[in-house]
């Protein structure tokens, strides 16, 4: 069946360090989403993409798409301790569920 | 907040029990989605109501039931409950969810069940 795989599964940063979590799917998706969850939180809708090549931006984020529309990458910019939690990857391929990769906890020590 | 309630906020029940766990919907949206967050599988999608109607199931148990009633507030229903069924369950819900995993959903604070 479809599956999302999300890397790494935990990355501990200093505060003002890059971060990047990727994903990929053992399939060609119609569209990506990106949630964040912030710990004893609920999921929060980031962006969505949709187009092969696609790439976009929120303030020091940035969310690309592959061009096969298998992988995806966020990047995060200068974090801060606001950016703490876990990054969740959902992938749609038509005719099935949204799959969720099994998330990227980030922490941020000051 | 996102505009979606789940009640209770935490469960606590013994194995073999039954329990109704509720979520109101975003005022305005028809689709209403349940997923499963536990440590090992992460988030398990389970099913999707769409206006009343059944759209798309996914990981869902047979001891799992679920409906959307006329209001489109929605429960989830779990029974012969197992230690493996502690987990979050959360309701997200979206505009319209014609075309699922399409739309943004917006997730309510979850029910955190425990069964002893």
């Known amino acids: 069946g479809q599956q999302v795989m999300q890397i790494p599964q935990y990355q501990h940063v200093q505060e003002g360090e890059d971060f990047t979590t990727y994903c990929n799917s053992s399939t060609t998706l119609s569209n990506i989403q990106w949630y964040k969850q912030r710990p004893g939180g609920h999921p929060v809708f980031l962006i969505q993409l949709v187009k092969s090549g696609e790439v976009k931006k929120q303030k020091r984020l940035t969310f690309q798409f592959g061009e096969a529309k298998k992988n995806s990458s966020l990047h995060i910019t200068a974090t801060q301790t606001t950016d703490v939690g876990t990054y969740f990857c959902a992938g749609y391929q038509a005719g099935t569920a949204l799959i969720f990769g099994k998330g990227t906890t980030l922490s941020v020590s000051s | 907040d996102s505009g979606v309630t789940q009640t209770p906020k935490h469960l606590i029940t013994a194995t073999g029990q039954r329990v109704t766990l509720r979520c109101s919907p975003r005022s305005g949206d028809l689709s209403v989605y349940w997923y499963q967050q536990s440590l090992d599988q992460g988030l398990q999608f389970l099913i999707q109501y769409y206006n009343g109607e059944e759209r798309a199931k996914g990981n869902i148990l047979e001891r799992f039931s679920a409906q959307q009633f006329p209001d489109l507030h929605s429960e989830l229903n779990l029974s012969s409950l197992e230690l493996g069924d502690s987990a979050l369950y959360f309701c997200?819900?979206?505009?319209?969810?014609?075309?699922?995993?399409?739309?943004?959903?917006?997730f309510g604070p979850g029910t955190r069940l425990l069964v002893l």
């Open positions: 997200a819900s979206s505009a319209r969810g014609g075309r699922l995993g399409q739309e943004t959903q917006y």
